[in-house]
């Protein structure tokens, strides 16, 4: 959260607006989550976890539903100004859509991505095809032979080593743990957490599943989840035990210290 990157006030304004939204202060919620929709286009999710509250609030009959529906639907404006912005610095209004080819980015689905960042997998990318006239690309998958490496040989050299962390950076082992805990932990979630919690959770979970990455097929995956708080409040709820949860801390603290460095020492992190 510390980098110059738009997780950490998107989360703050999507706290904020969810908040807002359940206290049932809709102008501030609206209001919070456009700007939330303005740093990230997947602002526009919170439209889900909007609805749930609403017709929790105000039920199915539309007569109830004016003038808050008017605040709640704010969010969708996001994208639309942002691109409207682009238009006016030259670019093009999808711009912020189309530059994702630069990342090799394809369509699948979900099943299809998992398997890419498994097993790897075959992928046609349209926009690297008009390039050098191939078809298909090896996606690579999960690659673990870092961890045997370090296993075999624990040892300061190669742990600094280059090479080790070349290898771990590169190998989509991070991208691929977090993507699958965190939606162990949000289906979880759907027995223990508020409904529009999980409505929170699930849209930004899914949706990039539909878009891997050539390069990382889960690409993006754990800045993703960092800002989906109710995550970490299903963690929470089960670490009742005072040593569990003080070895979790001591788990999290040498993660954040290590991809730190490995991120200040400009090694592929997320």
Not at 236 to 253: D, E, G, M, P, Q
Request: proline content about 8%.
């Amino acid at each position: 959260f510390t980098a110059v990157y738009t997780e950490s006030p998107f989360l703050l304004l999507a706290a904020a607006a969810l908040l807002a939204a359940r206290k049932q202060e809709w102008w501030f919620a609206g209001i919070f989550a456009l700007i939330a929709a303005l740093t990230r286009s997947s602002g526009v999710m919170l439209l889900a976890p909007f609805a749930v509250l609403f017709l929790q609030q105000y039920g199915w009959n539309p007569r109830r539903w004016f003038p808050q529906a008017f605040p709640a639907a704010l969010p969708v404006l996001g994208p639309l100004i942002f691109g409207w912005h682009l238009t006016t610095v030259g670019a093009k209004f999808w711009d912020f859509v189309s530059v994702q080819g630069q990342w090799y980015r394809f369509s699948a689905t979900p099943w299809r991505t998992f398997q890419c960042a498994i097993q790897g997998c075959q992928a046609h990318i349209p926009e690297h095809t008009k390039q050098t006239g191939q078809y298909f690309f090896p996606v690579p998958g999960a690659n673990w032979d870092w961890f045997h490496q370090i296993v075999s040989h624990p040892t300061w050299t190669t742990f600094t080593s280059f090479a080790w962390r070349d290898h771990v950076a590169n190998s989509n082992t991070l991208e691929l743990v977090v993507t699958i805990g965190a939606f162990v932990l949000a289906f979880i979630g759907l027995r223990k957490l508020p409904l529009y919690y999980s409505a929170y959770v699930f849209p930004p979970l899914i949706v990039p599943l539909f878009s891997p990455s050539g390069v990382h097929p889960l690409m993006s995956m754990p800045r993703f989840v960092l800002p989906l708080f109710p995550l970490f409040v299903v963690i929470a709820l089960f670490v009742t035990n005072r040593k569990v949860s003080y070895a979790l801390a001591a788990l999290s603290a040498a993660a954040l210290v290590l991809l730190s460095m490995q991120f200040a020492t400009w090694y592929w992190v997320s």
